[in-house]
């Protein structure tokens, strides 16, 4: 069982951090001994015959924990995730919009993980809500939706995230999302070939049998750049 930490730049003016601001990001996670992988998250194209959601976040970040405890004390108030924020950020992101969620991460396994390309590209998937009986909904989804979704052509990784409370002392609104979803394939050609396959006409499907639910659901394709395995 792991926890991960979304930070999400929604809007806001253009996003082009510099060469070096990447890399003191690079160095401030590496010095975070109880994050075990950090991935970072820009927009990507690719082509869904049933969904077309926009623009992608411009930026998003997701943070991988071993407990919820080692995740809060990062977003404490003298945690080194205080670094993103202020004056002196590594990242500048005033007059932009962001979130944070910390949910509980749900690994399934796929039938080759070896990822060929990096950067690789993510299909990062979320589900507002609110369901009408969250409990029917997650259990319809856990045990129905991953073995459809498991046999997509290419895929490398499958996430599913669940909401959790959590304390945190870094300034962002608080995303309460009911669900999130990640699927990685090697690029955004893979990702579309997956989209327009068979697979995804089965998981169209499925889609159609979910408990009742309201609320915005979002499919975004993220290029993704592993800054620690």
Known sequence: MSF??????HDGPAFQPSAAAWD?????LKSIPALTKAHLYTPDQASDPFLN???PPPFALQLYFPTLPALEAAAAHDGPLQRLVGDQALLSLAGASVSQQAML????AVPDPTLRHAPHCTYLVGYEGPAEDLNAWHGHYLAHHPPIMATMPGLRELEIYTRVDWVSFLPWKRDDLMQRNKVAFDDAAALTAALNSPVRQAMRADYNKFPPFAGKTTHFPMTT???RP
């Open 4 to 9: 991960c930490l979304f930070i999400i730049h």
């Open 24 to 28: 003191n990001l690079a160095r401030l």
């Open 53 to 55: 959601d926009g623009p």
């Open 105 to 108: 991460v749900r690994d399934f």
């Open 225 to 227: 750049r592993v800054l």
